[in-house]
């Protein structure tokens, strides 16, 4: 089989194509024949950044070819999608039963990969800030594979304003076009008026303009790997809360609630609620090029490699 992979950290020409052994489930896993796979800034950032490389990660969606010992609920022949931690741009890849969701009848591998885990995210991400109907909401990285799902997300859940935040303002009709009142680009002096909650995608220099973008009582959730500090202090005068959130921990700790938030999504879907959008497919040889799109933050919507 093909595998994408890389032997020193850098940016997107370090990625190569290489052959390697069709993996073997090992015990609570699934061997998927992978059919679409969503490409994410994390692991974009790891391949810049991390001195050792890893396996390149991520959502990955495709029919079950083996299931390994202890596998209860899935067989060969059934359609999945889910995260991958180890090896996941390749044409075979092992997902964990723990990490595993069924596609739908109707839906596609794209589809699936286009709004599970990155609306697993920003679900969680939503819940974590505990909305009110009637609040005010901002979205960083609001034309993301995440943030575009998190604009609509909450407005579904009762924000009476949402402002999404960009990178440049070619990016501000799209946003709109996913329901957000009012588009800032991270550059301006002001972000307008305060908001109840935000949810941030970016971290690094960006985190303070979004938590002084919050009001006071407010909160902002950080599901960034971009780092970033913050003054105790602006916590402090603005009786602000900054939360961490991670929805892998979700996964692991809280199944029951992980399932719930998988059905919740599609159940948008469905009633046309929400809208995962693919801004371009790539060819699994063309990782570099998806990359690229990823690095140059040019992407509106998800980025997907079809093996």
């Given at each position: 089989m093909r595998r994408v992979q890389y032997e020193r950290s850098g940016g997107p020409e370090v990625?190569?194509?290489?052959?390697?052994?069709?993996?073997?489930?090992?015990?609570?896993?699934?061997?998927v024949r992978v059919e679409a796979i969503g490409v994410t800034l994390p692991t974009v950032r790891k391949v810049r950044e991390q001195r050792e490389p890893i396996a390149l990660n991520g959502e990955v969606a495709g029919e079950v070819v083996a299931v390994g010992e202890g596998v209860t609920g899935y067989a060969p022949g059934y359609r999945v999608t889910g995260l991958v931690f180890g090896h996941g741009y390749a044409d075979y890849a092992l997902l964990s039963v723990a990490m595993a969701s069924p596609i739908p009848d109707g839906a596609s591998a794209v589809d699936a990969v286009a709004l599970v885990r990155s609306g697993l995210v920003a679900l969680g991400a939503l819940e974590a800030a505990n909305p009110l109907e009637g609040e005010s909401?901002?979205?960083?990285?609001?034309?993301?594979?995440?943030?575009?799902?998190?604009?609509q997300l909450a407005r579904v859940r009762g924000a009476s304003r949402v402002v999404g935040a960009v990178s440049d303002q070619s990016k501000a009709e799209f946003v709109r076009g996913l329901g957000a009142d009012e588009v800032i680009e991270y550059g301006q002096e002001s972000w307008g008026e305060p908001v109840d909650y935000a949810l941030d995608a970016v971290g690094g220099d960006l985190l303070g303009p979004a938590l002084a973008a919050v009001g006071p009582g407010g909160r902002l959730v950080y599901y960034s790997s971009g780092g970033g500090t913050i003054q105790a202090y602006d916590l402090l005068v603005g009786a602000k809360s900054v939360i961490g959130f991670q929805v892998a921990r979700i996964a692991k700790g809280q199944p029951e609630?992980?399932?719930?938030?998988?059905?919740?999504?599609?159940?948008?879907?469905?009633?046309?609620?929400?809208?995962?959008?693919v801004h371009a497919e790539f060819a699994l040889d063309a990782a570099a090029e998806a990359h690229a799109v990823i690095e140059d933050r040019g992407n509106l919507g998800k980025v997907v490699l079809i093996p």
């Open positions: 990625l190569e194509v290489v052959s390697a052994e069709v993996p073997t489930p090992g015990p609570g896993e699934l061997l909401a901002l979205v960083t990285a609001a034309a993301s594979g995440v943030g575009h799902l998190a604009v609630l992980f399932d719930q938030w998988r059905q919740e999504l599609w159940q948008y879907v469905a009633s046309d609620q929400l809208r995962p959008v």
